[in-house]
């Protein structure tokens, strides 16, 4: 069942992978005019931390529209509860691995392939990939050195392995928190929403200090989060096999 759910749903796992794909090749196409147009001896890698957050994005985006719509949809067909909630999570779950392993492949091809295309447009001979490193102060009345001026400086921003199914398992999460708030309430679960994100952005400022980043009260701050996703999660999970449907 969970297959034939897949295929009548190919269009939104096209999207996923599309929006993926194209920002690629826009990032690619930016860096490459940027090297090509200017005298820069200087590249960096970033699709390693910009895919899987945009992949993470998509993730969270099926999966609220699974859970808001397609939920129901279900429902009124004559499926279970549970078996329509299990449906649609494989089916968010999947759309979402699809996406972080695009995200995966596109960050692994711009590794082998971008650098060797970046040394080539812009001419020069050497390349570096310990990253940007910077033009050594000559004493007074010598030339720059040659080496530091024909080399091309490559800085790489890939995230650790560990950050994509922490991003994946945090969008998938937060989808099905969103979506259930959104089938149990409506338009109303929209200022749910809208209070916990501004919670989520301002209520640190509100002790005169930004806690995401300061010693200990950072790990703090993130042990809560966690804590409220999870137990968001599991009243999703109760709302969502008990919320009267919507005719």
């Known amino acids: 069942m969970l297959k034939k759910v897949i295929r009548l ?22 860096i490459a005019a940027v090297l090509l147009l200017s005298a820069e001896n200087s590249g960096i890698m970033i699709s390693g931390t910009v895919l899987p957050i945009v992949a993470g994005i998509m993730a969270l985006v099926v999966t609220v529209a699974a859970m808001g719509v397609s939920f129901e949809q279900a429902i009124r067909f004559g499926q279970t509860r549970r078996r329509a909630l299990g449906m649609e999570l494989g089916r968010s779950l999947f759309m ?5 392993g695009m995200a995966a492949l596109l960050t692994a091809l711009e590794h082998m392939v971008s650098p060797v ?59 099905l928190i969103i979506g259930a ?24 400022q509100l002790v005169g200090r930004n806690a995401y980043f300061i010693g200990d009260m950072s790990q703090i701050m993130v042990v809560f989060w966690v ?21």
């Open 227 to 247: 804590a409220l996703t999870v137990v968001g999660v599991i009243w999703s999970f109760w709302s969502l096999l008990h919320a009267a449907v919507r005719s």
């Open 181 to 204: 708030i959104m089938q149990r309430y409506g338009a109303k679960g929209g200022w749910i929403i809208w209070g916990i994100w501004m919670a989520a952005c301002f209520g640190p």
């Open 117 to 175: 295309l970046w040394l080539k447009l812009t001419g020069l001979p050497g390349l570096s990939l310990e990253g940007i490193s910077p033009m050594p102060e000559p004493s007074l009345g010598a030339p720059v050195d040659p080496a530091w001026e024909s080399t091309l400086f490559i800085e790489d921003f890939t995230l650790n392995w560990w950050w994509w199914p922490a991003i994946l398992v945090f969008a998938l999460s937060c989808g």
């Open 9 to 30: 749903n190919l269009d939104d796992l096209f999207l996923c992978l599309g929006v993926v794909t194209g920002l690629f090749v826009l990032i690619q196409g930016v």
């Open 96 to 100: 979402g691995v699809c996406s972080m």
